[in-house]
Structure formats: structure tokens, C-alpha cells
């Protein structure tokens, strides 16, 4: 792998954990429909043969894990928003969230490259890039062409995050409200 993308890896990974101390908002496009979109085209890319059914059954538990361990250390807030005219939830991903993201990201790579056993570096390489351009421009999901494992660990751990992220905001809701009767 040439320096120039050594370079781009490592200051993605820098953004992706300086990125993980900013607050930002609890909904979108990305949060509900990315999961989900993920989840459909592994679905869709799965083969279902007997070696699939076994990775899978062990990449389930993993991609649980994963998204559980994301949720870790983030912090949501409720602010006003003048803007809105509405409280709005703000979440702070944490430093747990880039390091399952780069699990992620790593495993995917490295089952990748254990299925092709060839032209590994050239693979590296494209798949480098093209987790780069989903994370600066999350439309260019739409035209990846990744394999099964990799929608399914993105999916599953991205699912069972904001799955976590969205009890935790009820909890809050339910709390604040049990505040306000008293």
C-alpha cells in the first residue's frame, strides 16, 4: 500500500475518533435508513451455502456485541431548539464507537481477505477507500459492492447502536415525565 494511503487511513481514523467527542443530533436518514438498507442488501448478496450459515452464526454474536460495546460511552443530551420550536436529542457518539467502528471496519477487511487469499493488497486498498467515501459521503453506499459479511456486520452493529441509543432517549423521556407529575 502506497504512503498517500497509509496517510488517508490514518487521518480518517483520527477524524472518525475526534469526530466520536462532538455532539449530534439523534435522527436522519443515516441512523434509521443506513441499518436498514444494510441489513436488506445482506440479505440480498447472502449465497445461504453452508459456509455462509456457519460465518454467519458466528459473525452474528460479534456484530451484537460490537454495537452493544459502541453504546458504552455515549452521552445524549436534551436542548431546545429555537430553530425547531422543540426539545432535540443530541448524542455523543464516544471514544467505544470509533473503536467499534474500526472493529468493524478491520473485520471486515480481514474475512475479506481470508475469502479472496489473493491480491490482497490491491482488495485493501479498494476497500479502504471505499469505507473512506460511505463515511464523507453516505450516498456512496448506494454503489459499493461489498459482500454479505460486511452489510451484515454494518447492519447488525449499526441496528442493535441505535436500537440501545433510542431506549436510552425513551428512559429519559419517561423520567422526565415521572419528574414533572410529582
Known amino acids: 500500500m502506497s504512503f498517500c494511503w497509509w496517510c488517508l487511513l490514518i487521518w480518517f481514523i483520527i477524524h472518525n475518533f475526534a469526530k466520536a467527542k462532538k455532539f449530534t443530533e439523534v435522527s436522519g436518514w443515516h441512523d434509521k435508513f443506513v441499518p436498514i438498507y444494510s441489513i436488506v442488501l445482506f440479505l440480498v448478496t447472502m449465497s445461504w451455502t453452508k459456509q455462509d450459515l456457519m460465518m454467519l452464526a458466528i459473525l452474528a454474536p460479534i456484530a451484537l456485541f460490537t454495537g452493544w460495546f459502541e453504546t458504552r460511552d455515549v452521552r445524549i443530551k436534551k436542548e431546545y431548539s429555537p430553530k425547531k420550536k422543540k426539545d432535540e436529542y443530541k448524542m455523543r457518539r464516544g471514544i467505544p464507537y470509533a473503536i467499534g467502528w474500526v472493529f468493524t471496519f478491520a473485520l471486515g477487511i480481514a474475512i475479506h481477505a481470508w475469502m479472496a487469499r489473493g491480491a490482497i493488497l ?3 486498498s479498494k476497500a479502504i477507500w471505499e469505507n ?23 447492519g447488525v452493529s449499526s441496528i442493535t447502536f441505535f436500537s440501545i441509543i433510542r431506549l436510552s432517549i425513551r428512559k429519559m423521556i419517561r423520567q422526565k415525565r415521572a419528574q414533572e407529575t410529582i
Request: proline share 4%.
Open 132 to 154: 473512506i467515501l460511505e463515511e464523507i459521503d453516505p450516498f456512496i453506499l448506494f454503489s459499493t459492492k461489498h459482500v454479505w459479511y460486511i452489510w451484515f456486520l454494518s
Open 122 to 124: 490491491e482488495m485493501f
